[in-house]
């Protein structure tokens, strides 16, 4: 460590590190633009300029910039000295020479870092008497709004896009005092990552769009840490409401998971909380096969009457806490946990394979320093996209190898990106298709899912001769070589592909590499949100013995699931055509909801408490944001009064934390050290606010209802108010902060203030708890595990078809969030151009499954996919598991390609 002396004061800091990061992580104020924490420096701004003293004896010093100084023993900085405060004041002045004087109407007020580092400097008088320069704005899509005007020339915004997430059609355009940033016509950003322009950008250049619709002030919303539904991947998220309307998400920092960055699904995708298809109340069905509510007595007697031997099946997208409490009110021996069939097999077997261990398994910050990486039948994208936008940093890992070769500091981007040119870390990928990651990948595997599992286990036999023996391809040997020669090797997969095989090569390959000499990591994709969740609870009932159950006439009740999703429609239709009573509780009406008998209406993530784990096993809380309305309750609230109304006194939960205890007890050891309990308080005395301490309005908003001021809701369940009371100091427990905010920080840049150092863990520890520990050690007979290598299904009757996913559709509860509809792609069926030649169809003609005539599918001609195999689109036109291997296609002549949300757009304004 080194000793660095600010205004006199002595402080330490690792010698070599960014002075900038240094001081910061100090908690002193000092001003800048250019400089982010995940993507280094550039020297772009000059904002934070400090004087320099070559000693105690030098009182002149000189003007540096600490984002490109690098920290040296001894070091005597001044922040405070006039001269770099007047240079610091006199480069905000020459920024806002033109830029709008516009705080009161722009979207970014109250939470903008160009607002604070104006205060900050002290710069307060406009000078400038001549014009500003203006520009045009640009459509950029339904995601983000853009404002060129307010724009400093900071370049965060191409450099996250471009350099740092891989985008391609975002530019810095022009030169001198002309330069712009956008794309170079209008049109939808295309980058599944470009929703987080809104947090990189330090003024109000790029906006949330839907945001927009329905704006309020940040210090009008009350907020609460979520984690965001959209996959397994488990992003920490705030959540932020009013008017009992979810407004937004943004990124909550969490060093082991998501750090500074979400995906667009996961941003824009929580609209379906306010969608007009929610389930507001409980009802129950007439004989007219209309639903009659207005009598919850009545719906609860009905639900509970049916109660011996009903089927509960539960959900990987609920709750931990809701598929418990189901899985006691029907019994462990009649709990179905909701997967389809084939995917709480390939769930079992990863769950197996971990049990087994003998690898190492990675956070997903972890993925960033492996040095070789094999994605394994995964199309990580759109199946995760926060995971890809990992595995593109894990691939620049060589260049700050090269960089401290050449006494370059990691932290000076330029320098460490010019140094390197196109050197990378390898990846290879073996998935079948096109995947938004291939264009850094050095070699790619495009084969059938089975050919896909024979490449994986011949890479194993290549690795380790005991292993069984697969392909022996150029691509299976020059990837068993490169994994061989890392240090530190990673295999990602998971139950995207549909096939056992593919998640059992790649545990051979993980377990191959196994040795004293490496460390290899192996990370599966597990699905939904709370699929690994639901995977550790179990289920004794498979779906399909669930439906022949329900068909023989057993009642079922159904949490937040569609079964339809779950199983073919047939067996599905024919299951409820059979029973005695089926009770669905759910946020959203869906196909099963329309043919329950009574209907529960569900709160979703933001208006309960409970516990989601991710692929990792990691346990993490997500607190409720605002209270529901209408008939609207936790699913587990709603199971307790059927328990109740049935006698069952031993399931009355009085509260979300008393169930997560007895759950932790039971089942789940250590879920409820996911976050701390109720009784957690700031310094012993303080709950925390959900508002901030600028909240307005408490009267105004229900003036329609009283001219009174409402008594504030009282919150017995988790630390947090209802208020603008309490204390959020920002070194309380990490898994309990509602937003960030400090004093002179107004904006998401105050992170730096919740974290140990900047970029580093958060104060409070970062939040989660890991249930399930993997053991590195290599069985002994590991080779012996998986010795079956799977032949190749022959398409003798049609083409073989494999999943294929979209990271705007395929998900079910964000295709209901209308931007991300706006978004998502028509159906369709990817095709390799010599299968689409035979069927004389090209890119956007349409086609249909013969079995299924009147779903329309849309050709994607795929030069990556498989001879002799379709890629179907999961999750559009009823899509979501494989029924068979094979699909006959027929050309539809009369299709019509369905606008894209572009042109959608387009024509809706």
């Known amino acids: 460590m080194a000793k660095i002396y600010v205004e006199g004061k002595e402080y330490e800091a690792e010698a070599g590190e960014n002075l900038l990061h240094a001081v910061l992580s100090q908690s002193i104020d000092l001003p800048y633009f250019c400089w982010h924490p995940a993507m280094g420096s550039v020297g772009a701004c000059r904002q934070c300029a400090v004087i320099q003293y070559a000693d105690e004896e030098d009182t002149r010093g000189r003007l540096m910039m600490a984002c490109m100084t690098p920290v040296m023993d001894g070091l005597r900085i001044s922040v405070e000295a006039a001269q770099a405060k007047d240079f610091r004041s006199s480069v905000i002045e020459w920024l806002m020479e033109n830029h709008p004087h516009d705080c009161p109407v722009c979207e970014e007020g109250g939470e903008c870092h160009l607002q604070d580092m104006t205060v900050m400097t002290g710069h307060s008088m406009r000078r400038f008497e001549s014009k500003k320069r203006t520009w045009r704005n640009q459509n950029l899509g339904p995601f983000i709004g853009h404002e060129m005007n307010r724009c400093i020339t900071c370049y965060r915004c191409v450099r996250f896009y471009g350099d740092y997430a891989g985008g391609t059609d975002l530019a810095a355009l022009g030169s001198r005092s002309r330069v712009y940033f956008g794309r170079v016509e209008d049109g939808t950003l295309e980058s599944e990552f470009s929703g987080n322009l809104v947090e990189v950008c330090p003024t109000g250049v790029f906006t949330d769009k839907p945001f927009s619709q329905h704006y309020s002030r940040k210090w009008d919303l009350q907020s609460a840490p979520s984690i965001c539904p959209g996959c397994s991947v488990g992003c920490n998220t705030i959540a932020s409401e009013r008017y009992g309307v979810l407004k937004r998400l943004h990124n909550r920092y969490n060093s082991e998971v998501n750090s500074y960055f979400l995906c667009d699904r996961g941003r824009f995708g929580s609209h379906f909380v306010n969608s007009q298809k929610r389930i507001r109340h409980a009802?129950?069905?007439?004989?007219?096969?209309?639903?009659?509510?207005?009598?919850?007595?009545?719906?609860?007697?009905?639900?509970?009457?049916?109660?011996?031997?009903?089927?509960?099946?539960?959900?990987?997208?609920?709750?931990?806490?809701?598929?418990?409490?189901?899985?006691?009110?029907?019994?462990?021996?009649?709990?179905?946990?909701?997967?389809?069939?084939?995917?709480?097999t390939l769930l079992k077997e990863i769950a197996e394979i971990r049990k087994t261990g003998g690898f190492h398994s990675p956070s997903i910050a972890q993925i960033e320093e492996a040095d070789a990486i094999l994605i394994l039948g995964e199309d990580i994208s759109n199946t995760a996209a926060r995971i890809a936008l990992s595995v593109r940093q894990a691939v620049r890992g060589v260049s700050f190898d090269m960089a401290r070769s050449a006494n370059i500091p990691e932290w000076q981007d330029a320098g460490v990106r010019g140094h390197a040119q196109h050197n990378q870390n390898p990846l290879f990928i073996a998935v079948n298709g096109t995947t938004r990651v291939d264009d850094i990948a050095v070699a790619k595997c495009n084969g059938s899912n089975d050919e896909i599992a024979r490449a994986g286990f011949g890479i194993a036999a290549e690795i380790d001769g005991d292993y069984a023996v697969g392909d022996d391809s150029e691509?299976?040997?020059?990837?068993?070589?490169?994994?061989?020669?890392?240090?530190?090797?990673?295999?990602?997969?998971?139950?995207?592909?549909?096939n056992q095989a593919v998640i059992q090569a790649a545990a051979n390959i993980a377990w191959a590499l196994n040795s004293e000499a490496r460390q290899a990591s192996l990370l599966?994709?597990?699905?939904?949100?709370?699929?690994?969740?639901?995977?550790?609870?179990?289920?004794?009932?498979?779906?399909?013995?669930?439906?022949n159950r329900m068909e023989s006439g057993s009642s079922a009740i159904v949490l937040e699931n569609d079964l339809y999703r779950r199983a073919d429609s047939k067996l599905v239709s024919a299951a409820i055509g059979g029973i005695k009573s089926l009770t669905c509780l759910d946020s959203l009406g869906h196909s099963t909801v329309e043919q329950a008998d009574t209907v529960f209406p569900a709160a979703t993530y933001a208006e309960q408490t409970g516990t989601f784990v991710n692929l990792e096993a990691r346990a993490q809380r997500f607190y409720q944001v605002f209270q529901p309305t209408d008939d609207i309750r936790p699913s587990y609230e709603w199971i307790s009064e059927i328990a109740k109304k049935a006698d069952r006194a031993d399931l009355n939960w009085q509260s979300i934390a008393e169930l997560t205890d007895v759950c932790d007890q039971e089942a789940l050891n250590g879920v409820k050290e996911a976050s701390v309990d109720a009784n957690y308080r700031v310094e012993?005395?303080?709950?925390?606010?959900?508002?901030?301490?600028?909240?307005?309005?408490?009267?105004?908003?229900?003036?329609?209802q009283s001219v009174h001021e409402p008594k504030t809701a009282e919150d017995r369940e988790t630390p947090f108010s209802y208020s603008m009371e309490g204390e959020n100091p920002g070194d309380q427990d990490g898994s309990t902060i509602p937003y960030v905010w400090t004093p002179g920080w107004n904006s998401n840049q105050s992170v730096f203030k919740f974290q140990e150092e900047v970029a580093g863990p958060l104060k409070g520890g970062d939040p989660g708890k890991l249930l399930t520990e993997v053991n590195p050690e290599r069985p002994a007979n590991a080779s012996d595990i998986y010795s079956l290598v799977p032949e190749t299904t022959n398409g003798n009757n049609g083409l073989?078809?494999?999943?294929?996913?979209?990271?705007?559709?395929?998900?079910?509860?964000?295709?209901?969030?209308?931007?991300?509809?706006?978004?998502?792609?028509?159906?369709?069926?990817?095709?390799?151009?010599?299968?689409?030649?035979?069927?004389?169809?090209?890119?956007?003609?349409?086609?249909?499954?013969?079995?299924?005539?009147?779903?329309?599918?849309?050709?994607?001609?795929?030069?990556?996919?498989?001879?002799?195999?379709?890629?179907?689109?999961v999750g559009f036109n009823g899509f979501n598991t494989i029924g068979t291997d094979t699909a006959s296609l027929q050309v539809d002549l009369d299709y019509r390609a369905r606008p894209t949300g572009e042109e959608r757009i387009l024509a809706k304004n």
């Not at 709370?530 to 609870?537: E, F, P, Q, T, V």
């Open 283 to 344: 009802a129950t069905k007439a004989e007219d096969g209309t639903f009659e509510y207005g009598d919850l007595d009545k719906v609860v007697t009905q639900a509970a009457s049916h109660l011996e031997g009903t089927i509960g099946i539960g959900s990987p997208r609920a709750s931990v806490e809701a598929n418990y409490a189901l899985k006691k009110l029907v019994g462990a021996e009649n709990f179905c946990a909701g997967f389809s069939d084939l995917d709480e």
């Open 800 to 873: 073989v078809i494999t999943p294929s996913y979209s990271v705007f559709g395929s998900d079910e509860l964000s295709s209901s969030s209308w931007p991300i509809a706006e978004r998502s792609p028509a159906p369709f069926a990817r095709l390799n151009p010599a299968d689409a030649s035979k069927l004389g169809v090209t890119d956007g003609s349409g086609v249909f499954v013969s079995e299924q005539p009147d779903q329309k599918y849309e050709v994607i001609v795929d030069s990556n996919l498989a001879q002799g195999t379709v890629g179907l689109a």
């Open 684 to 704: 012993n005395q303080f709950k925390l606010p959900r508002q901030t301490h600028r909240y307005s309005g408490r009267t105004a908003m229900f003036a329609d």
């Open 475 to 498: 691509f299976v040997k020059n990837v068993a070589q490169t994994l061989k020669k890392a240090s530190k090797p990673l295999i990602i997969s998971g139950t995207g592909a549909q």
């Open 524 to 547: 599966y994709v597990v699905g939904e949100a709370n699929a690994m969740g639901s995977l550790l609870l179990g289920g004794s009932v498979t779906m399909s013995d669930a439906l």
